[in-house]
């Protein structure tokens, strides 16, 4: 089964001060406080007032994300960044290939990235959406890494991101459910 992210990351009250007025916007609660935006086409029209355009060429160093972060997105995640750190990730894997990109903001500027990496054989911390999560203030804990350890594991898919937002579900909810599943 393959994993497929487009998202924002950040303080969950962050994103729900800037997305409360938007239509397309679904948060998904992560943990640690944090959330998800998934980032749809609908989002990037709300957001932007245009079409999202998408990189037709493979993902590498110069050309990290599938999305064209348009000046107008760059500049709305780097407002929003006023507030907290903000960070947009990609993700694509399946059947043992795949990339991760992700991009950090701060104080109004770009302030990491963005990073690309499509062999992932470094440490895990320096992995593109670890290294962006340990920036937006992550902790570490008993999961294997800052990707699951806010829970980011979850759901396979922007699709699923969007589902599990919409049903307002935690980022505890399947460990929750285990836990009833065993008591039974």
Do not use: K
Request: charged fraction near 20%; charge should be negative.
């Amino acid at each position: 089964m393959g994993y497929q992210l487009s998202a924002v990351v950040a303080d969950a009250e962050l994103l729900r001060e800037h997305t409360a007025e938007l239509d397309h916007a679904v948060l998904g609660e992560l943990r640690q406080d944090f959330a998800l935006l998934p980032v749809t086409p609908q989002l990037v029209v709300e957001l932007t007032g245009s079409l999202p355009d998408f990189a037709v060429d493979d993902r590498t160093a110069e050309h990290p994300f599938g999305l064209v972060l348009s000046p107008v997105l760059t500049e709305l995640l780097s407002g929003w960044s006023g507030l907290g750190p903000v960070a947009y990730v990609e993700a694509e894997f399946g059947g043992g290939a795949g990339h991760q990109s992700a991009m950090v903001w701060l104080g109004g500027a770009v302030s990491w990235g963005p990073c690309f990496d499509d062999v992932l054989d470094g440490p895990r911390e320096q992995w593109p959406i670890n290294a962006a999560l340990l920036r937006l203030g992550v902790e570490r804990g008993a999961w294997i890494d800052p990707f699951a350890e806010v829970g980011l594991h979850l759901e396979r898919s922007t699709d699923g991101w969007l589902a599990h937002g919409r049903r307002r579900l935690s980022a505890d909810y399947w460990d929750e459910l285990v836990e009833q599943w065993e008591n039974q």
